[in-house]
């Protein structure tokens, strides 16, 4: 297993005091230098060099975490893991402060801008993605009911859209203004939809 030491680039005096093993290549130091950050095989740990204890309980991922990279004001925390999502957590609380909203291939790069306000992430198949942060919370999307929608689902790719599913057609629409947009399609037959018989659930 791997060990973390610390050292006092003064002195040259190791800490002595005990440091988790087993952690992975994924290592970062707040900017103060009070608390070390190390990736494991399922989690982030937040350790106090003073101390070498954990600031609080591990910030938990679905794999072994590739990256860390923590923002220049030492507040929050970025981590790619390799379960496709990138993470980004207040570590003055431990607890995770932008949900992951897309899901990338295993091991897919993902960094951060140095001002901390845009993620990108990539893919395997080329697209990159970019993300703003610190934007305010998002507004509704409200879309006029018609009593011909029977259901609506996210369509795949970039830009994100909707798709929603009309008895004889599926109308795209963007989810920045609900306006319609491209990639919708006519269904080869009318779905067959008896009255007081809507479609529940799409799978795909």
């Keep these: 297993q791997n060990d973390v030491r610390v ?19 994924a290592r970062a130091v707040t900017p103060d230098g009070k608390r070390l950050l190390l990736g494991r095989d399922t989690d982030v740990q937040v350790i106090d060099i003073a101390t070498g204890e954990l600031a609080f309980p591990p910030l938990p991922h679905g794999g072994p975490v590739n990256g860390l990279t923590v923002f220049a004001d030492g507040t929050r925390l970025f981590t790619n893991c390799v379960d496709g999502f990138a993470r980004i957590w207040d570590i003055r609380t431990g607890r995770l402060a932008v949900e992951p909203i897309l899901k990338q291939d295993p091991r897919a790069p993902a960094t951060m801008t140095p001002d901390g306000k845009q993620l990108i992430t990539f893919t395997a198949k080329g697209p990159a993605y970019r993300f703003q942060l610190d934007r305010g919370a998002a507004e509704p999307l409200l879309l006029q009911r018609e009593h011909r929608i029977e259901h609506t689902v996210f369509a795949e790719g970039s830009p994100h859209r909707l ?37 529940r659930a799409v799978y795909s």
Excluded: C
Excluded at 7 to 25: I, M
Excluded at 166 to 184: F, I, K, R
Excluded at 188 to 197: D, H, I, R, Y
């Design 7 to 25: 050292y006092d680039l003064v002195s040259g005096a190791e800490n002595t005091k005990r440091l988790p093993r087993g952690v992975n290549f």
């Design 163 to 199: 798709l929603r599913l009309l008895a004889g057609a599926a109308v795209a629409l963007d989810v920045t203004t609900g306006a319609e947009t491209e990639g919708g399609f006519a269904n080869p037959a009318s779905l067959a939809v008896g009255a007081g018989s809507p479609i």
